[in-house]
């Protein structure tokens, strides 16, 4: 992806759509998996692959959550709060997408992955 150049960023909320019944408010199944991909240049570009050892993937699921918990060591809180099906419920109710795109010149964003 060539950031310098406009570019469509596309997520999928794939439902396991096997699942719904009739009785189902939106018949669309529960949240099994979250998807992204690029679009520039009328190229489809996809996500980048986990390079985390024991953490395959390049999409979230409960399996990729629940791997990645493991190999950085950190307590399943997704897993314990009812994973993506437990986010597909909440979507269903409505949320708001808020973004915000900003910078940290003084030190050039190392605050995200290290310590100074």
């Given at each position: 992806?060539?950031?310098?150049k406009?570019?469509?960023v596309v997520t999928?909320?794939i439902?396991?759509a096997?699942?719904?019944?009739s009785?189902?408010d939106?018949?669309?199944?529960?949240?099994?998996?979250?998807r992204?991909?690029?679009?520039?240049?009328?190229k489809?570009i996809s996500?980048?692959?986990s390079?985390?050892?024991g953490v395959?993937?390049?999409?979230?699921?409960?399996?990729f959550?629940?791997a990645?918990?493991?190999?950085f060591q950190?307590p399943?809180d997704h897993?314990?709060?009812?994973?993506?099906?437990k986010?597909g419920?909440?979507l269903?109710?409505?949320?708001?997408?808020?973004?915000?795109?900003w910078?940290d010149g003084?030190?050039n964003?190392r605050w995200l992955?290290?310590t100074?």
């Amino acid at each position: 992806v060539d950031s310098s150049k406009p570019m469509t960023v596309v997520t999928q909320f794939i439902t396991d759509a096997a699942n719904a019944t009739s009785d189902d408010d939106d018949a669309q199944g529960e949240l099994v998996e979250i998807r992204r991909f690029y679009i520039q240049d009328d190229k489809v570009i996809s996500h980048a692959s986990s390079t985390v050892p024991g953490v395959d993937g390049n999409s979230i699921t409960d399996e990729f959550c629940s791997a990645q918990k493991k190999a950085f060591q950190d307590p399943d809180d997704h897993l314990a709060k009812g994973g993506l099906k437990k986010m597909g419920e909440a979507l269903d109710r409505g949320m708001v997408l808020a973004l915000s795109i900003w910078d940290d010149g003084a030190t050039n964003m190392r605050w995200l992955d290290s310590t100074f």
